[in-house]
């Protein structure tokens, strides 16, 4: 069991399964569950659609910082980032520093399968889905494979992938 004050840290594209992955994560290890994307909304007091149109990305990233570095700084808890979180500045470095970083990678057709219909991603609301899909997902995969673990999550079940992520943290940090 894992029992001592290392952060996990989720990173990956919108769609990954980031927050459901981490919940049930959590959940094995009798951690706490953090989502970023949940306690930017608290703090707003308001909706993260409503936040990008009210105040702009920009805004948002801001928040979005403060809510993670703060995230960060506790101990021993499972956080979940947003899909952009990774190009925010100077946090990944604080998240990769501070934290075991896991990449959730899934395909772009898994995530385009996923994200279809959907209509509360401020990122992709303009022009063509697969292509902002593929601007985005192009421009953050560099970032996304600096993460400490990449887990691949295609065609696997939830629980299946959480007993994939507890093997590679025994691994790393040999808590059993
Ligand atoms: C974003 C991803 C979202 C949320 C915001 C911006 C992004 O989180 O943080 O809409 O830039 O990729 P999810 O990855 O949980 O969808």
């Known amino acids: 069991m894992v029992s001592n004050t290392t952060n996990i840290v989720l990173v990956g594209f919108m769609g990954a399964g980031k927050s459901t992955i981490g919940k049930a994560l959590a959940k094995r290890l009798s951690m706490d569950f953090w989502d970023s994307d949940s306690r930017i909304e608290e703090v707003a007091g308001t909706s993260i659609p409503d936040i990008f149109r009210t105040h702009g990305e920009k805004y948002f990233r801001r928040l979005e910082y403060r809510v993670l570095c703060d995230l960060i700084n506790l101990q021993g808890v499972v956080i979940s980032t947003g899909g952009g979180a990774v190009t925010n500045g100077t946090l990944l470095d604080n998240l990769l520093s501070k934290g075991l970083v896991i990449h959730l990678e899934a395909s772009k057709e898994t995530i385009l399968q996923r994200l279809k219909g959907t209509n509360n991603r401020p990122m992709l609301d303009h022009?063509?889905?697969?292509?902002r899909i593929d601007e985005l997902y192009r421009?953050?995969?560099?970032e996304y494979s600096k993460a400490h673990y990449t887990v691949k999550t295609d065609g696997k079940e939830v629980e299946s992938i959480v007993e994939e992520?507890?093997?590679l943290i025994d691994d790393r940090i040999g808590l059993k």
């Open 165 to 167: 992520i507890v093997a």
């Open 127 to 131: 022009g063509d889905l697969e292509v």
């Open 139 to 142: 421009a953050r995969y560099p």
